[in-house]
């Protein structure tokens, strides 16, 4: 089979996987070295495809054969898709060729399983290996990681890596035995646990050795000895992860619970919301309609409320209400419910409260807090900043503005900021282009940024 | 009116020039900052001016000289005069305070620059195209065209020079050309788009790529759009597929959700799909932690 056609089907098998981020990785960058690539603060997104999504790695499977028969995967042992499989070296010059040419920030690789978990991690430990150790390349790798292979071969993945993954796909084991029976939670977490410790390692061993370290007792992941420190390997700075949405029954709820509890206790980096979207291969077990785009942007903005803006995931949603408004940022949800907070006003209250006004992020945020202590702030200034004020305005008090209490409570407010009857076509059948983010919306679609 | 000429000049001649106008405490009032030749007296006569030694000490917070070499990097003819009035205010008026002050006016737009220049660098850094155009003994050699909205082309090329080492590469743009060769980096005034390179034959694997990654059930022009605006699609060999993209999209999208169900295969005969099995024998597995 010729290059092309391998490349195009085995970057088709990769595209339903969402995360594409190359941000994060530690600085490093070709100077002294013999070979190209750098990496280091946010990664740079080289194109956009008509999906809107960022195009920043290239982001391809080793092979599409695969052992397990997860339904929601084109690649799954029961599709007839057409299977193809690189080999190490093209992989590797795919990789450079691509990266000297600026077309990329470096390589997200995955693979089906072929043969057993230890084999397939073999596999695509040696395109990083060869990456790295023969050609020299500074450039940032990602590499999907497999939590049944064995801890020395996750250990060597990081060791190449910038980043490493798992997939957890969905939020309960009960999702996963109806439509990825060979895959396990428990086996999953206790992977990601298991990487959470190198990671904390190969950052304190980071800071003691450029001498910013202070005190490591107190610090370390538990387990960890001091005398272990020396000799560790380098280890991937982060980790995240993906999760399926509306390929099982799960509420946001329960999507919203897991994600919270992946960043407390295994620290990932990210985690991917991945709107279940149709294949060519439809599997039987699977509704043939995929959710709303919108629900999978709604989750981004919850994600980022609980990261970013001190919520809590029962604050988002409740057991009355599972699932995110779909009409209105969670944040706005949030406030119509909450109305005994506001007004806030924007020269008296504190961080928490600007935090939790619909239409202020975190920027500006900070802006108001530092300008606020020179100057008492009036809706102008507000404008200046480009606040949205429709948003803003019922929510906040400023010097020459009280809004009317009436309006506040008034059953009115969450009509008013209901999007037009014909935008609420979020369903798929009259044709991909129905739905479309306001302008607004669309520049923090992929981030969630509010 | 002091009028100050500033064509083909930057910000090192910028800043020398401000401070001499400081010395002489001319208000930024008093001060024309002329980019548009022949409009005023003779081209250059003011500029010799500017050969002059700067006299006299202005003390302005650090910061602000990074952010203004930045906006000195922007077309707009009013940034010059810009900086002079921040300058001013910030040392003859003793606004200590003024840049901090998002809201003030001259800061907005201070920042409303800086922003536009970096915005410009990024999409450098993230949109220039090498081709490669032969080897120097053991060195490959690329070559990129590029048109940046504003004059970046030296706050770019660092970024360049450290993620490119190992490969001899130049840039050219109407504006300035920079060139890498292992040791140094030199500067070239500004060239024709006659000069860009020829396809590269990697460009062919490239689309096929930017074909197969894309997904046609998710189709969002407008979010593409706004981070990959139409100007710069001329010199990106994969733009030139999105018109064919969009138009498939609900084609290929109608014949997914039109396709039969596959059945679902028995397992095949594999040790390690065994021990997977045995792992969780004595019943299904259950969730780890409190999730239901
Ligand atoms: S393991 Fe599952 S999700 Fe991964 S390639 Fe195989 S079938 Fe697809």
């Known amino acids: ?450 | 009116m002091r009028v100050v000429r500033m064509e083909g000049l930057g910000f090192d001649e910028w800043r020398n020039m401000a401070r001499e106008l400081l010395a002489e405490a001319v208000p930024p009032d008093g001060v024309l900052w002329m980019e548009e030749p022949g409009l005023f007296g003779q081209n250059g006569v003011e500029v010799a001016d500017q050969a002059r030694e700067p006299n006299g000490k202005v003390r302005v917070p650090a910061t602000f000289f990074d952010q203004a070499k930045t906006a000195a990097a922007h077309r707009s003819p009013e940034r010059w005069g810009l900086l002079y009035r921040i300058v001013w205010r910030l040392s003859r008026s003793e606004e200590r305070g003024l840049l901090g002050c998002a809201t003030d006016p001259d800061i907005r737009a201070l920042d409303h620059l800086v922003r536009a220049v970096r915005r410009d660098i990024h999409k450098m850094h993230a949109f220039v195209r090498f081709r490669r155009v032969g080897m120097r003994e053991d060195r490959e050699q690329y070559v990129s065209w590029f048109e940046p909205e504003h004059r970046i082309v030296r706050l770019a090329a660092g970024f360049f020079q450290k993620r490119f080492t190992g490969m001899d590469w130049s840039i050219l743009t109407p504006d300035e050309c920079v060139h890498w060769d292992g040791t140094r980096l030199q500067f070239t005034p500004g060239v024709e788009r006659s000069a860009a390179p020829e396809p590269d034959e990697l460009e062919e694997l490239w689309r096929a790529y930017y074909r197969s990654i894309f997904n046609p059930a998710r189709l969002k022009v407008k979010a593409m759009q706004s981070e990959m605006p139409k100007k710069y699609w001329a010199n990106l060999p994969e733009a030139e597929l999105i018109g064919e993209l969009i138009a498939q999209s609900r084609g290929r999208v109608e014949d997914m959700l039109a396709a039969e169900e596959r059945p679902v295969k028995p397992e095949p005969r594999n040790a390690y799909l065994k021990s997977l099995r045995e792992r969780t024998e004595g019943g299904e597995a259950t969730d780890p932690g409190d999730v239901s």
Not at chain 1, 153 to 166: F, H, P, V
Not at chain 1, 350 to 362: D, I, K, M, T
Request: net charge positive.
């Open chain 1, 1 to 450: 089979m010729e290059l092309e056609r391998k490349l195009e089907i085995l970057a088709d098998a990769a595209k339903y996987d969402a995360s594409c981020a190359s941000s994060g990785g530690a600085r490093k960058d070709s100077r002294g070295g013999k070979g190209v690539g750098s990496t280091g603060g946010a990664g740079i997104c080289h194109s956009y495809a008509p999906d809107g999504r960022c195009i920043s790695l290239l982001k391809v499977l080793l092979t599409n054969a695969c052992l397990y028969d997860c339904h929601y995967c084109i690649n799954r042992r029961s599709s007839n898709v057409q299977r193809a499989r690189f080999t190490v070296e093209e992989v590797v010059g795919l990789t450079l060729e691509f990266y000297k040419r600026n077309y990329i920030e470096g390589l997200f690789l995955s693979s089906g399983i072929i043969q057993s978990a230890d084999h397939t991690m073999e596999l695509v430990v040696s395109v990083a290996r060869q990456l790295r150790e023969v050609h020299d390349f500074r450039g940032y790798i990602h590499l999907k990681t497999i939590p049944e292979a064995s801890p020395a071969l996750i250990e060597l993945a990081g060791k190449y890596a910038d980043r490493i993954s798992i997939n957890i796909e969905l939020p309960t084991q009960k999702g996963l035995n109806a439509l990825a029976p060979e895959k396990n939670l428990e086996r999953t977490q206790d992977a990601m646990g298991w990487i959470r410790e190198k990671i904390d390692e190969g950052r304190e061993r980071r800071r003691s050795q450029s001498g910013r370290g202070g005190s490591l007792e107190g610090t370390l992941a538990p387990g960890l000895e001091r005398k272990k420190l020396g000799k560790a390997v380098p280890f991937a700075t982060g980790q995240s992860t993906q999760m399926l949405v509306g390929a099982d029954s799960s509420p946001d709820a329960v999507l919203l619970e897991r994600a919270d509890l992946l960043y407390r206790d295994y620290r990932l980096r990210r985690v991917y919301y991945s709107g279940f979207s149709p294949i060519p291969e439809p599997s039987v077990r699977l509704p043939v309609k995929p959710p709303p785009l919108v629900r999978e942007h709604r989750l981004y903005q919850a994600d980022w409320l609980l990261r970013f803006y001190g919520f809590d995931v029962r604050e988002l949603t409740s057991p009355e209400q599972p699932d995110l408004d779909l009409q209105l940022d969670p944040k706005l949800a949030w406030a119509l419910k909450n109305r005994a907070w506001f007004p806030a006003d924007v020269n008296r209250a504190p961080r928490e409260v600007l935090l939790r006004v619909p239409g202020l992020g975190v920027r500006n945020v900070e802006r108001i807090l530092s300008a606020r202590r020179t100057t008492r702030l009036r809706l102008a200034d507000l404008v200046r900043l480009r606040v949205p004020m429709r948003k803003v305005l019922p929510f906040i008090v400023a010097a020459d503005h009280h809004p009317a209490k009436q309006g506040l409570d008034s059953e009115s407010l969450r009509a008013r900021f209901l999007p037009p009857p014909k935008q609420l076509e979020l369903v798929f059948e009259r044709g991909p282009e129905l739905w479309l983010p306001e302008p607004a919306e669309l520049e923090t679609a992929r981030s969630g940024e509010i």
